[in-house]
């Protein structure tokens, strides 16, 4: 069966510090990779996707940054973090198909202090 | 472009009261249709899906949805209310398996 990990689950920075979150799944191969946002009480918001090794899609333009080094592997990443970077971060991945649904991983609560 | 609506941010009903969770979308070709369950500070669990065939779809934790073409609808019900349905739901959209557009969220609150 299938699973995905996200690390770290919570995590506390400073304005202006670096930040890598990542995220691997297990069980599949040459999945689309998707990174959302959640800003308290709000809802999904698409950063970024990723449909094999090296291509990635931004859907917002913003201070983050993703990458996917490994097929079953996708980071996010930001040299500065800003106060408005605080929020849920979830990964999620879907198998090359029409009709199939996206898995979520358990997400990663980031508060930029 | 899709679109996605959830009417409500906010549904308080009664343990054992009918839960009705609306969604409407907008979409050029035949969407595939998705509603998500979300507990606090967790992932999102899929809770049913449409994509073809019959347009009643019955999901996980006694929850349905019926898909209505002709109002853009996919409202999801339940016959009766659980304390333990409390949690944020959100309905989505994909034409093409690639790109998933989400609905806001609507927060289901269970009285006792």
């Known amino acids: 069966s299938q699973t995905i990990h996200q690390w770290p689950a919570t995590l506390v920075q400073p304005v202006g510090s670096p930040l890598s979150l990542e995220c691997t799944v297990e069980?599949?191969?040459?999945?689309?990779l998707y990174w959302y946002r959640q800003a308290a009480g709000r809802g999904l918001q698409l950063l970024f996707y990723s449909v094999g090794i090296g291509q990635i899609s931004s859907e917002v333009p913003q201070n983050l940054s993703a990458s996917r080094p490994q097929d079953r592997q996708f980071i996010l990443s930001s040299k500065k973090l800003l106060l408005s970077d605080s929020g849920f971060y979830l990964c999620?991945?879907?198998?090359?198909?029409?009709?199939?649904?996206?898995?979520f991983g358990p997400g990663t609560r980031l508060t930029v202090l | 472009a899709q679109s996605v609506t959830q009417l409500g941010s906010h549904v308080s009903v009664s343990e054992g009261a009918l839960v009705l969770l609306r969604c409407n979308y907008s979409?050029?070709?035949?969407?595939?249709l998705f509603w998500y369950v979300q507990y606090p500070n967790q992932g999102l669990q899929l809770l049913l899906k449409?994509?073809?065939?019959?347009?009643l779809v019955k999901g996980i934790n006694g929850f349905e949805a019926e898909f209505k073409k002709s109002e853009t609808s996919f409202h999801l019900t339940k016959p009766s209310a659980h304390m333990s349905d409390a949690a944020e739901y959100f309905c989505a959209v994909t034409q093409y398996g690639q790109n998933f557009v989400f609905g806001p969220g609507t927060r289901l609150s269970v009285l006792p």
């Open positions: 999620a991945w879907t198998r090359l198909a029409v009709n199939n649904e996206q898995f």
């Open positions: 979409s050029s070709v035949p969407p595939y």
């Open positions: 069980g599949t191969s040459n999945p689309n």
């Open positions: 449409y994509t073809t065939g019959a347009t």
